[in-house]
Protein backbone atom coordinates (compact mmCIF):
# COMPACT_ATOMS: atom_id res chain seq x y z
CA UNK A 1 0.00 0.00 0.00
CA UNK A 2 3.47 2.63 1.02
CA UNK A 3 4.68 1.61 -2.41
CA UNK A 4 1.34 2.60 -4.47
CA UNK A 5 1.03 5.89 -2.73
CA UNK A 6 4.56 6.57 -3.25
CA UNK A 7 4.01 6.08 -7.09
CA UNK A 8 0.72 7.83 -7.10
CA UNK A 9 2.93 10.93 -6.27
CA UNK A 10 5.25 10.35 -8.79
CA UNK A 11 2.82 9.93 -10.82
CA UNK A 12 0.95 13.25 -9.97
CA UNK A 13 4.57 14.93 -10.31
CA UNK A 14 5.61 13.21 -13.51
CA UNK A 15 1.88 14.05 -15.09
CA UNK A 16 2.18 17.59 -14.22
CA UNK A 17 4.91 17.93 -17.05
CA UNK A 18 4.93 14.62 -18.93
CA UNK A 19 2.39 12.17 -20.20
CA UNK A 20 0.87 10.43 -23.51
CA UNK A 21 -0.74 13.41 -25.53
CA UNK A 22 -1.83 12.74 -29.60
CA UNK A 23 -1.18 14.86 -32.94
CA UNK A 24 -3.54 16.92 -33.11
CA UNK A 25 -3.22 19.85 -35.90
CA UNK A 26 -5.72 21.54 -38.36
CA UNK A 27 -3.30 20.58 -41.52
CA UNK A 28 -3.19 17.14 -40.12
CA UNK A 29 -0.07 16.36 -39.60
CA UNK A 30 3.00 18.00 -37.54
CA UNK A 31 6.49 18.59 -38.11
CA UNK A 32 8.85 17.05 -35.40
CA UNK A 33 12.44 18.51 -35.24
CA UNK A 34 15.92 18.08 -33.99
CA UNK A 35 15.70 21.36 -31.68
CA UNK A 36 13.25 23.27 -30.31
CA UNK A 37 13.44 26.02 -33.13
CA UNK A 38 12.39 26.45 -36.55
CA UNK A 39 15.50 26.23 -38.72
CA UNK A 40 16.13 23.88 -41.41
CA UNK A 41 15.84 20.65 -38.85
CA UNK A 42 12.83 18.43 -39.28
CA UNK A 43 13.72 14.99 -38.77
CA UNK A 44 10.08 13.48 -39.12
CA UNK A 45 6.38 13.67 -39.62
CA UNK A 46 3.29 12.77 -37.84
CA UNK A 47 -0.21 12.46 -38.76
CA UNK A 48 -2.53 13.78 -36.83
CA UNK A 49 -4.22 10.35 -33.74
CA UNK A 50 -0.27 9.84 -33.65
CA UNK A 51 0.69 8.84 -29.47
CA UNK A 52 3.51 10.49 -28.22
CA UNK A 53 5.05 11.19 -24.67
CA UNK A 54 5.76 14.39 -23.99
CA UNK A 55 8.37 15.99 -21.12
CA UNK A 56 8.05 19.64 -19.93
CA UNK A 57 7.52 21.84 -22.56
CA UNK A 58 10.49 24.67 -23.63
CA UNK A 59 8.40 27.64 -24.08
CA UNK A 60 5.97 26.03 -27.07
CA UNK A 61 8.13 23.85 -27.94
CA UNK A 62 6.93 20.25 -26.54
CA UNK A 63 10.07 17.69 -25.96
CA UNK A 64 8.52 14.19 -27.36
CA UNK A 65 9.41 10.52 -27.08
CA UNK A 66 7.58 8.37 -30.01
CA UNK A 67 8.24 4.94 -31.39
CA UNK A 68 8.06 4.31 -35.30
CA UNK A 69 8.75 1.36 -37.00
CA UNK A 70 10.12 -0.04 -34.68
CA UNK A 71 12.33 2.35 -33.45
CA UNK A 72 12.46 4.40 -30.38
CA UNK A 73 12.65 8.44 -31.89
CA UNK A 74 13.12 11.57 -30.19
CA UNK A 75 12.64 15.13 -30.93
CA UNK A 76 10.33 18.46 -31.09
CA UNK A 77 7.10 19.46 -31.83
CA UNK A 78 4.79 22.39 -31.32
CA UNK A 79 2.88 22.42 -27.95
CA UNK A 80 -0.41 23.60 -29.33
CA UNK A 81 -0.02 20.65 -32.14
CA UNK A 82 -0.72 18.27 -29.52
CA UNK A 83 -3.79 16.87 -27.20
CA UNK A 84 -3.01 15.30 -23.55
CA UNK A 85 -4.66 11.90 -23.33
CA UNK A 86 -6.07 12.95 -20.03
CA UNK A 87 -7.91 15.60 -21.84
CA UNK A 88 -10.53 12.89 -22.83
CA UNK A 89 -13.74 11.66 -20.85
CA UNK A 90 -12.11 9.68 -18.10
CA UNK A 91 -13.38 6.47 -17.26
CA UNK A 92 -13.58 6.79 -13.18
CA UNK A 93 -11.98 3.66 -11.11
CA UNK A 94 -14.31 1.21 -9.86
CA UNK A 95 -12.85 -0.97 -7.30
CA UNK A 96 -9.60 -2.29 -7.19
CA UNK A 97 -9.19 -5.83 -4.83
CA UNK A 98 -7.87 -9.49 -4.82
CA UNK A 99 -5.41 -8.91 -7.81
CA UNK A 100 -8.13 -7.43 -9.83
CA UNK A 101 -9.08 -3.66 -11.07
CA UNK A 102 -12.72 -2.45 -12.70
CA UNK A 103 -12.59 0.80 -14.51
CA UNK A 104 -16.34 2.06 -15.43
CA UNK A 105 -19.13 4.14 -16.55
CA UNK A 106 -22.19 3.67 -17.80
CA UNK A 107 -20.97 2.69 -21.32
CA UNK A 108 -17.59 1.44 -20.77
CA UNK A 109 -16.09 -1.07 -18.79
CA UNK A 110 -12.77 -2.26 -18.51
CA UNK A 111 -11.27 -5.32 -16.33
CA UNK A 112 -7.61 -5.69 -15.15
CA UNK A 113 -6.62 -8.24 -13.69
CA UNK A 114 -2.69 -9.48 -12.69
CA UNK A 115 -0.76 -12.86 -11.85
CA UNK A 116 1.92 -14.01 -9.97
CA UNK A 117 5.01 -14.36 -12.18
CA UNK A 118 5.83 -18.23 -12.40
CA UNK A 119 9.39 -18.47 -13.38
CA UNK A 120 9.21 -21.62 -14.67
CA UNK A 121 6.92 -20.78 -17.90
CA UNK A 122 9.58 -18.08 -18.71
CA UNK A 123 13.06 -18.05 -20.31
CA UNK A 124 15.83 -15.80 -19.46
CA UNK A 125 18.43 -13.85 -20.95
CA UNK A 126 21.32 -13.10 -18.82
CA UNK A 127 23.56 -9.72 -18.42
CA UNK A 128 26.47 -12.45 -18.91
CA UNK A 129 27.50 -16.35 -17.67
CA UNK A 130 28.21 -15.11 -14.31
CA UNK A 131 25.56 -12.53 -13.75
CA UNK A 132 21.93 -12.60 -12.12
CA UNK A 133 20.58 -9.78 -13.71
CA UNK A 134 18.05 -10.43 -16.28
CA UNK A 135 18.21 -8.44 -19.94
CA UNK A 136 15.13 -10.27 -21.48
CA UNK A 137 12.61 -12.28 -20.62
CA UNK A 138 10.55 -14.67 -23.66
CA UNK A 139 13.45 -13.22 -25.92
CA UNK A 140 11.65 -9.91 -24.74
CA UNK A 141 12.96 -6.18 -23.22
CA UNK A 142 11.87 -5.61 -19.68
CA UNK A 143 9.68 -3.33 -18.34
CA UNK A 144 9.03 -3.02 -14.35
CA UNK A 145 11.95 -4.32 -12.73
CA UNK A 146 15.69 -3.46 -12.82
CA UNK A 147 17.27 -7.17 -14.05
CA UNK A 148 15.65 -8.58 -11.23
CA UNK A 149 12.88 -11.70 -11.45
CA UNK A 150 9.68 -9.95 -11.47
CA UNK A 151 6.31 -10.97 -8.58
CA UNK A 152 3.72 -10.65 -10.57
CA UNK A 153 2.75 -9.65 -13.99
CA UNK A 154 -1.36 -8.77 -16.61
CA UNK A 155 -3.06 -12.19 -16.79
CA UNK A 156 -5.72 -10.13 -18.96
CA UNK A 157 -7.48 -6.80 -19.72
CA UNK A 158 -10.72 -6.86 -20.62
CA UNK A 159 -13.05 -4.08 -21.96
CA UNK A 160 -16.49 -3.90 -23.00
CA UNK A 161 -17.81 -0.97 -25.07
CA UNK A 162 -21.62 -0.77 -25.11
CA UNK A 163 -22.67 -4.42 -25.26
CA UNK A 164 -19.21 -5.18 -27.38
CA UNK A 165 -16.62 -7.19 -25.74
CA UNK A 166 -13.20 -6.68 -26.47
CA UNK A 167 -9.68 -8.73 -25.48
CA UNK A 168 -6.58 -6.70 -25.36
CA UNK A 169 -4.35 -9.95 -27.02
CA UNK A 170 -2.17 -11.52 -25.09
CA UNK A 171 0.78 -10.39 -26.92
CA UNK A 172 0.37 -6.53 -26.09
CA UNK A 173 0.70 -7.87 -22.27
CA UNK A 174 3.70 -9.55 -22.60
CA UNK A 175 7.12 -8.60 -21.16
CA UNK A 176 5.14 -6.28 -18.62
CA UNK A 177 5.31 -6.71 -15.22
CA UNK A 178 4.83 -5.72 -11.87
CA UNK A 179 1.35 -4.03 -12.21
CA UNK A 180 -0.36 -1.19 -10.08
CA UNK A 181 -3.80 -2.02 -11.25
CA UNK A 182 -4.85 1.08 -8.54
CA UNK A 183 -2.76 3.41 -11.06
CA UNK A 184 -4.60 2.31 -14.13
CA UNK A 185 -6.88 5.33 -16.24
CA UNK A 186 -9.00 5.48 -18.91
CA UNK A 187 -9.82 8.06 -21.41
CA UNK A 188 -12.54 7.99 -24.72
CA UNK A 189 -12.45 10.27 -27.13
CA UNK A 190 -15.88 10.10 -27.98
CA UNK A 191 -15.65 11.96 -31.35
CA UNK A 192 -13.84 9.45 -33.15
CA UNK A 193 -14.28 6.41 -30.83
CA UNK A 194 -11.31 6.16 -29.36
CA UNK A 195 -10.39 4.65 -26.47
CA UNK A 196 -7.14 4.98 -24.63
CA UNK A 197 -6.18 2.43 -21.48
CA UNK A 198 -2.93 3.80 -19.31
CA UNK A 199 -0.97 2.38 -16.65
CA UNK A 200 2.20 3.33 -14.68
CA UNK A 201 4.03 0.19 -13.49
CA UNK A 202 6.99 -0.85 -11.33
CA UNK A 203 8.34 -2.92 -8.65
CA UNK A 204 10.08 0.57 -6.93
CA UNK A 205 12.88 0.45 -10.26
CA UNK A 206 12.28 0.04 -13.53
CA UNK A 207 9.63 2.09 -14.42
CA UNK A 208 7.27 2.58 -17.09
CA UNK A 209 3.76 3.70 -18.82
CA UNK A 210 1.84 2.24 -21.29
CA UNK A 211 -0.96 3.24 -23.36
CA UNK A 212 -2.82 0.69 -25.37
CA UNK A 213 -4.84 1.58 -27.89
CA UNK A 214 -8.11 0.76 -28.73
CA UNK A 215 -9.83 2.39 -32.29
CA UNK A 216 -13.44 1.56 -33.61
CA UNK A 217 -13.98 -1.25 -30.89
CA UNK A 218 -10.94 -2.97 -32.03
CA UNK A 219 -7.37 -3.66 -30.68
CA UNK A 220 -4.85 -1.02 -32.13
CA UNK A 221 -1.25 -0.98 -30.68
CA UNK A 222 0.81 0.33 -27.47
CA UNK A 223 3.01 2.19 -26.85
CA UNK A 224 5.64 2.42 -23.58
CA UNK A 225 7.50 5.20 -22.10
CA UNK A 226 10.41 4.90 -19.56
CA UNK A 227 9.95 8.42 -18.18
CA UNK A 228 11.87 7.81 -14.64
Excluded at 42 to 52: A, Y
Excluded at 134 to 162: A, C, M
Aim: glycine share 6%; net charge positive; with cysteine.
Amino acid sequence: MKKAFYLFLILNCNFCFSQFAIVNDKDGYVNVRSSAKIANNITDKLDNGFVVYYYEPQGNWANVDYQKNGKDLHGYIYKDKIREISNFKKIPLKSNSNGKAILADKNIKIEFTETKFIKANHKFKFLDQNSDIIIKIDNLDIFGTDGGIPKREYKSIEVQIKNEKIQIPASALKNLFEPNLELSEANYDEVNNILYIQALNSDGAGGYVIVWIIEGNKYKTRVEATPF
